[in-house]
T-cell receptor, first 117, second 110 residues
Framework: GAVVSQHPSRVICKSGTSVKIECRSLDFQATTMFWYRQFPKKSLMLMATSNEGSKATYEQGVEKDKFLINHASLTLSTLTVTSAHPEDSSFYIC?????????????FGPGTRLLVL | SQKIEQNSEALNIQEGKTATLTCNYTNYSPAYLQWYRQDPGRGPVFLLLIRENEKEKRKERLKVTFDTTLKQSLFHITASQPADSATYLCALGEDYKLSFGAGTTVTVRA
């Protein structure tokens, strides 16, 4: 398998503050990492694709200035929710791709629960 | 429009029985399809991958089929156990991206 960690697992912040979430692949190098958000009883929605050393690719409707992504190394990507508001409260999950032969499999982190008051 | 539908939101079965979950899709041409397990408040855990040219894949008590003509995948949990209780997500792989269904929550009664 492959292990992906996220930190913090849970964060509560005041409206208007910024929150940084880290995603690390612990035992493999990942050229591509993905950021998702998930609302209760809903499917995971892809927010952006992050490649090491280049700018992230955002999905339609996701504000790149609101959700800043930095992929500094092959094992670390960060998502910063800037000037968070209550509607940004959600479950944020990252994944990292691991290449096995010709197949890329996404391995997910445990998620970060964000609550904006 | 593109759509991924998982048969039902919830499935309750007796321990020892086989759970069968359905994933149907429209307006996708996935090169592969994956199934994940998600427990409450946790990230998805990868279970199985099946490619478009594969009909069936097995892993221990799990079996996945993939019919690109019907645009459907079936996911079976045989000899189910209470520990199998979780939400199961199907995900379609196109290019390098995954698109997820909303999931089916399986509850296995002892």
């Amino acid at each position: 398998g492959a292990v992906v960690s996220q930190h913090p697992s849970r964060v509560i912040c005041k409206s208007g503050t910024s929150v940084k979430i880290e995603c690390r692949s612990l035992d493999f190098q990942a050229t591509t990492m993905f950021w998702y958000r998930q609302f209760p009883k809903k499917s995971l929605m892809l927010m952006a694709t992050s490649n090491e050393g280049s700018k992230a690719t955002y999905e339609q409707g996701v504000e790149k200035d609101k959700f800043l992504i930095n992929h500094a190394s092959l094992t670390l990507s960060t998502l910063t929710v800037t000037s968070a508001h209550p509607e940004d409260s959600s479950f944020y999950i990252c994944s990292a791709t691991k290449l096995s032969g010709s197949t890329e499999t996404q391995y997910f982190g445990p998620g970060t629960r964000l609550l904006v008051l | 429009s593109q759509k991924i539908e998982q048969n039902s939101e919830a499935l309750n079965i007796q321990e020892g029985k086989t759970a069968t979950l359905t994933c149907n899709y429209t307006n996708y041409s996935p090169a592969y399809l994956q199934w994940y397990r998600q427990d409450p408040g946790r990230g998805p855990v990868f279970l199985l991958l099946i490619r478009e040219n594969e009909k069936e894949k097995r892993k221990e008590r799990l079996k996945v089929t993939f019919d690109t003509t019907l645009k459907q995948s079936l996911f079976h949990i045989t000899a189910s156990q209470p520990a199998d209780s979780a939400t199961y997500l199907c995900a379609l792989g196109e290019d390098y991206k995954l698109s997820f269904g909303a999931g089916t929550t399986v509850t296995v009664r002892a």
